[in-house]
């Protein structure tokens, strides 16, 4: 089969003006190139709608990789401006003309599967499928993210646990409202996803390929479900005769998670039976092989490590009826997860600070005294037998106040609570909130 490598698909030149003929002309301007894929070339662009400023959008050409197809300017030169999609020549049009059409109608109907399932959902804008250069396109908002591949590549040495369960659960959530619509989404892998980094809040992702996803109806029919990224797929994707299910996604998403933390994917081989279909079998025995390029995971306690496991074990068992059949399954383990790491999070980043300066509060060169009444007082509140239990100390400025807390946070910690003390608390209270329903054992916050 002819095959394209990614340099040799050109793309088109950014400052390109294209008109795309959709429920009427759409004019956009190409912007850079974030993305090929086998079926795809993913640009940034621009919309014109007449309005002061244009509309930011992400924009896919449908330009498979296994076709001999090339841009009609490499073939005439005296088209230098033509950027139509044409075949190298007449007999590999006759004989490739009818996947190429069948590949832009999958194309198409992935889309307008979409729009079928945002008019349940309401929650995303899909602008408008159109045709020009003898292809199909796709545009959809930007909401200025970065493609999960390129992400974790620029900070594969700063991503912690904590953060890549949030991309998880998001990921689950993106996929859930297929099968909520009755659609399996079949092809979810670094490239098709965009990480959408929301300042003060998690990080949330948005799918940008639609040209695999079937109605759950279809799931027996092998020449649409066939369709498959390697090393993301499920195994059931790589047989001839394999039936594909919500389980399918589950596997795949799984994947992703098994890729942001060792840096492999579960398996590189074109066929299960291979000696190389390896990665899978480790995470059976429990030997998963964590990535060295990071070091999180070793500073990770093995409460935290056994549950990522549990979860990868059996989103990945290559036996689909004993991996996860709902999502929901999956986001509630993974949502468990996130808090665990979060309360770990919270008491590693609060630890009791220290100062050498002998005039400040915190300086353990210089004892309390006095205040023995006040003491008392907060002493009885640790050993209340309230679940939970706050005071306030209030008093002028420079009266001893953080002097005061301070001391009782030195005694709770000699008698081995988990004490927190922070002027400069930066967790939310829905994090706090969660904290405090699932505590670690005794502990002390002061919020100064």
Not at 93 to 99: A, D, F, G, I, T
Request: hydrophobic residues 35%.
């Amino acid at each position: 089969m002819y095959m394209h490598s990614s340099a040799d698909r050109e793309a088109l030149p950014k400052g390109y003006i294209l008109n795309i003929d959709a429920d009427s002309v759409v004019k956009l301007t190409i912007g850079d190139v974030i993305g090929k894929g086998g079926c795809c070339i993913a640009y940034k662009g621009e919309m014109h709608l007449g309005l002061d400023k244009p509309i930011d959008v992400i924009l896919k050409e449908c330009f498979p990789a296994n076709l001999p197809i090339v841009r009609n300017n490499s073939l005439n030169k005296d088209k230098l401006e033509d950027y139509s999609l044409v075949f190298i020549d007449k007999e590999e049009e006759k004989k490739y003309e009818s996947s190429f059409n069948l590949i832009k109608c999958r194309f198409e109907t992935g889309l307008y599967n979409l729009r079928n399932i945002n008019e349940i959902n309401k929650d995303k804008d899909l602008f408008g499928i159109g045709k020009a250069n003898n292809t199909t396109y796709s545009f959809f908002i930007d909401y200025e993210g970065r493609i999960l591949s390129k992400y974790a590549e620029d900070n594969k040495n700063n991503l912690s646990i904590s953060e890549i369960v949030d991309i998880g659960i998001s990921l689950c959530e993106s996929i859930k409202k297929f099968h909520d619509s009755l659609y399996i989404y079949l092809d979810c892998k670094p490239d098709n996803i965009l990480l959408i980094e929301n300042k003060g809040t998690k990080a949330s992702v948005e799918l940008i390929d639609f040209d695999t996803v079937i109605h759950y109806a279809n799931r027996r029919n092998t020449k649409i479900s066939r369709t498959y990224s390697l090393g993301w797929a499920a195994p059931e994707q790589l047989i001839f005769s394999g039936e594909v299910s919500y389980s399918t996604d589950i596997f795949s998403i799984a994947a992703v998670l098994f890729w942001l933390l060792t840096g492999q994917k579960p398996y590189q081989a074109t066929d299960i039976n291979s000696p190389d279909y390896t990665i899978l079998e480790q995470i059976q025995q429990d030997k998963i092989i964590w990535r060295e390029i990071s070091q999180f995971c070793l500073n990770e306690n093995q409460e935290i490590i056994d549950k990522i496991n549990e979860i990868l074990k059996k989103a990945l068992n290559p036996n689909q009826n004993e991996r996860y059949q709902k999502l929901s399954e999956m986001i509630d383990e993974l949502e468990d997860l996130s808090k665990a790491t979060k309360r770990k999070k919270i008491l590693e980043n609060n630890n009791l600070p220290e100062s050498t300066n002998r005039f400040k509060y915190n300086s353990n060169s210089t004892s309390l005294i006095g205040r023995d009444k006040e003491i008392n007082v907060l002493l009885d509140m640790c050993n209340s037998c309230e679940r939970f239990y706050w005071i306030g100390i209030s008093g002028r400025g420079g009266s001893g106040k953080s002097k005061l807390a301070y001391e009782l946070c030195l005694r709770m910690k000699k008698q081995y609570w988990k004490v927190i003390f922070s002027s400069k608390f930066k967790y939310s209270k829905d994090d706090i909130s969660d904290f405090l329903k699932n505590p670690v054992g005794d502990i002390l916050i002061c919020l100064d």
